[in-house]
């Protein structure tokens, strides 16, 4: 059971891939689909993690309404979830508090 991609340790098995991961994206107005994938394909692959591990994304709610976050995410089957600034500051300061 894991969310990386390394190699099994036989040569037959079964990889169980929990949906554990949740990303978080910005983006700049007017980023189309394809490049959002792009660097999402490619920050997943740098660091070893499934794809079928994601389980949402995040982002703040300004982008609610971002035609290119909004079709990428629906292709992948992956909710979207917007946060005010206020809820995205909390997140920071209790991640700096430990």
Same mark, same amino acid.
Do not use: M
């Given at each position: 059971?894991? !969310?990386?991609? &390394?190699?099994?340790?036989? +040569?037959? #098995? ?5 949906? @554990?991961?949740?990303?978080? %994206?910005g ?10 994938? !792009?660097?999402? &394909?490619?920050?997943?692959? +740098?660091? #070893? ?5 994601? @389980?949402?994304?995040?982002? %703040? ?15 992948r ?22």
């Amino acid at each position: 059971v894991t !969310a990386k991609t &390394d190699p099994l340790p036989f +040569e037959t #098995g079964l990889r169980l891939t929990p949906r @554990a991961l949740r990303l978080g %994206i910005g983006c700049r107005r007017g980023t189309a689909e394809e490049t959002i994938a !792009a660097a999402v &394909d490619a920050a997943l692959t +740098e660091h #070893g993690f499934s794809p079928k591990a994601v @389980a949402g994304v995040g982002t %703040i709610d300004l982008k609610k309404d971002e035609a290119g976050l909004l079709a990428f995410c629906a292709r992948r089957g992956w909710k979207l979830n917007c946060y005010s600034p206020e809820e995205l500051l909390r997140v920071l300061i209790q991640a700096h508090s430990k």
